[in-house]
């Protein structure tokens, strides 16, 4: 297979070398099989255009892990310490020969700095160019691909750069990575016809047992509110007083809107006596706010009535990202934008203050995302952390599977060309948030939970030792060949297990276009931990203590005494039952679900030294 690649692109190269800088030998960067949903469409329509995001080389990107495993260590001197975002862009900036280079051959080929944006760290250079350009600088075709659900998108299978800039461009895209983020949201049920009998998501199987009526005392048994997760989670009596430096962002994509009026009936129902609770929107990439209460999304009120719910009156603001297919072929001016994670991370990196706390519950399969495309991005992630903000992200609802159907009858096809029947994780996971249902809770069976397939996601250290105690337990011929069980441990910081946590995901009673419903998902998991999370960070602001930032080794180092094992439950996907929940960490319900009085006295236990 890389070998016809490789003969295809020097052959096409060799036809096509007009300019000066095309003369220079090109090297073949990426290619991909794509995932297969997708097939090949159409040609792109003539003057279409797209946003390249060119990734440059980071040189220093070492010493900035090096300060995020020091600062997110609790046993470390130099805990909280979080850096500045100056120190942050710093470390993520490229040489300045690379950025000469690459300013040189974009000039090549007459693109301007008015059609370019560059972050402020100049380690990414956003151009805006036509298809037919973008294809000469990269030796490559574009085509329109269209997915098995009728959404297109142009891209390209594989892309070549001239030698001289190998070693300066980590990666371009779109281009390979065929991700379409959706949100992780399972299945809306109305409230009165509470999940009987609906199968569309294969997994309503399992909630015939249930009887429709609410229940009498607030116990997170049949439905979730949020009086019942205060006491579940045990932050009764706890009232936020730190206002004026918190607050918790909730990131909307794909034309999700919260609306101000659905969440006014949300606290009338679960949180009586505030006046008017609201939030603020801030939009981004053409991201819009329709508050038309019929536009409500499902997932955005979802997200926003539970994290503000939980952490009131911590202010809330809801991030409206514009940006996503369908793509119009037959449009000439439209532009094909890159995914909308990449927009929303250049916003909230370029800001002096983001929110403490952030929930995301949009996501894809991991081999939908380009490996180098996805360690760059959690890179983003963790330059929050490293500047004190803890991202929680929910872990999906396919179990180990690949949510196509019947967990029974699902495929499972890795698209690396093999067609190798694995577990497919999900993407991405900072703070990464399975399900639970019930009281007492058990893992709930749509939890997202595995481990990645990408070996340059190694093991980060705060994680390996709880997973390998799982890994043990689980036994060595265990779904062998399944999953990556052997990928080395190192310092990095990206995931290579997850969840981290958990939190309830089945029933939440939410307000969406002016009526209750019930709704289900690790999408209502991440924000109730985000909630929590909210709350942890205002017990640390008031008293003068940083915000908590990356979470995780925290979690891992301490979580045992603080927050609630989950021992009951599996998550099955791919005709296997995938995992089952056990003592101590375990890739369905992760370290456990949140006890807040137990979390805030663990990290009120850690001062920033004051000698350093
Ligand atoms: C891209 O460039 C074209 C031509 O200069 C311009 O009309 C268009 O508004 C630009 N789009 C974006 C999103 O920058
Ligand atoms: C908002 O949504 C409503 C209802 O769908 C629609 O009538 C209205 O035109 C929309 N407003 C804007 C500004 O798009
Ligand atoms: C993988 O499956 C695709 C069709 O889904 C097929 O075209 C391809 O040849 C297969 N590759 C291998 C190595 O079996
Ligand atoms: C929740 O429901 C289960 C199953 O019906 C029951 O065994 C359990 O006692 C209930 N828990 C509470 C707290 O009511
Ligand atoms: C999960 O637990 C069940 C019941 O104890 C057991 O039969 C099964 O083998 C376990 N599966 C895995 C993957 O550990």
Redesign the pocket.
């Known amino acids: 297979m890389h070998l016809i690649w490789l003969w295809l692109i020097s052959f096409t190269g060799l036809a096509l070398a007009v300019n000066p800088h095309r003369l220079a030998p090109s090297r073949l960067k990426e290619s991909v099989v794509p995932p297969k949903q997708w097939k090949k469409y159409s040609s792109y329509p003539a003057d279409s255009r797209i946003e390249l995001r060119i990734g440059l080389v980071q040189p220093h990107i070492h010493v900035l892990e090096n300060h995020i495993q020091e600062i997110s260590d609790p046993d470390h001197e130099r805990y909280g310490r979080h850096l500045s975002k100056a120190e942050v862009e710093d470390l993520v900036a490229p040489s300045e020969e690379s950025t000469q280079l690459v300013n040189a051959w974009l000039k090549s080929f007459g693109i301007e700095d008015a059609n370019t944006y560059r972050t402020p760290a100049q380690d990414w250079i956003v151009v805006n160019l036509t298809v037919s350009v973008a294809e000469k600088m990269l030796d490559t075709s574009y085509n329109v691909w269209k997915h098995d659900d009728g959404d297109l998108i142009i891209r390209t299978t594989s892309y070549s750069l001239p030698e001289y800039l190998v070693d300066h461009i980590d990666l371009i895209q779109p281009t390979t990575m065929f991700a379409r983020f959706s949100n992780i949201k399972a299945t809306v049920y109305s409230s009165n016809e509470r999940a009987l009998g609906q199968t569309n998501t294969g997994y309503a199987r399992d909630l015939t047992t249930l009887t429709p009526s609410f229940d009498s005392q607030p116990n997170c048994n049949l439905t979730v509110t949020l009086e019942c997760l205060q006491s579940l989670y045990n932050t009764v009596g706890y009232i936020p007083g730190a206002h004026s430096e918190n607050s918790i962002g909730i990131t909307g994509y794909l034309e999700q809107y919260a609306n101000q009026e659905d969440l006014k009936l949300f606290f009338a129902d679960q949180k009586p006596g505030v006046a008017s609770p609201s939030f603020d929107v801030v939009l981004i990439n053409g991201g819009m706010n329709n508050q038309s209460i019929q536009q409500a999304g499902d997932e955005a009120n979802l997200d926003v009535q539970f994290a503000l719910g939980l952490s009131y009156p911590t202010p809330g603001i809801f991030y409206s990202t514009g940006g996503k297919p369908p793509f119009n072929p037959d449009s000439n001016t439209e532009l094909n934008t890159n995914e909308p994670y990449a927009k929303w991370l250049d916003y909230i990196l370029s800001q002096d203050y983001p929110p403490p706390t952030i929930s995301t519950s949009y996501g894809d399969h991991e081999q939908t995302v380009p490996e180098n495309y996805a360690r760059r991005t959690c890179q983003r992630f963790l330059e929050l952390g490293a500047r004190g903000v803890t991202l929680t992200f929910s872990s999906g609802d396919e179990g180990v599977g690949d949510g196509e159907s019947d967990p029974k009858f699902q495929t499972c096809i890795t698209n690396d060309g093999k067609n190798e029947t694995r577990f497919l994780p999900v993407f991405p996971s900072v703070t990464s948030v399975g399900g639970t249902r019930g009281v007492p809770e058990e893992a709930v069976f749509f939890s997202g939970g595995g481990f990645s397939n990408y070996p340059q996601f190694t093991r980060p250290w705060y994680q390996s030792h709880a997973v390998d105690g799982f890994l043990k337990k689980?036994g060595e011929d265990?779904y062998n060949g399944l999953f990556n069980r052997y990928a080395l441990c190192c310092i990095l910081n990206y995931h290579q297990a997850y969840p981290d946590v958990s939190a309830q995901g089945l029933n939440f009673r939410a307000f969406i276009h002016g009526n209750p419903y019930l709704i289900s998902g690790t999408s209502a998991s991440s924000p109730t931990f985000a909630g929590i999370v909210a709350l942890l960070n205002d017990a640390r602001l008031r008293v003068g203590l940083p915000t908590l930032g990356f979470l995780n080794p925290l979690l891992y180092k301490r979580g045992m005494e603080a927050l609630n094992d989950i021992t009951i439950g599996?998550n099955p996907g791919c005709g296997t039952?995938g995992?089952?929940a056990t003592e101590g960490w375990d890739p369905v319900s992760g370290l456990g679900t949140p006890d807040f009085r137990k979390l805030e006295k663990v990290v009120m236990e850690y001062e920033v030294s004051k000698n350093l």
Do not use: A, C, I
């Open positions: 689980l265990t599996n039952s995992f089952n």
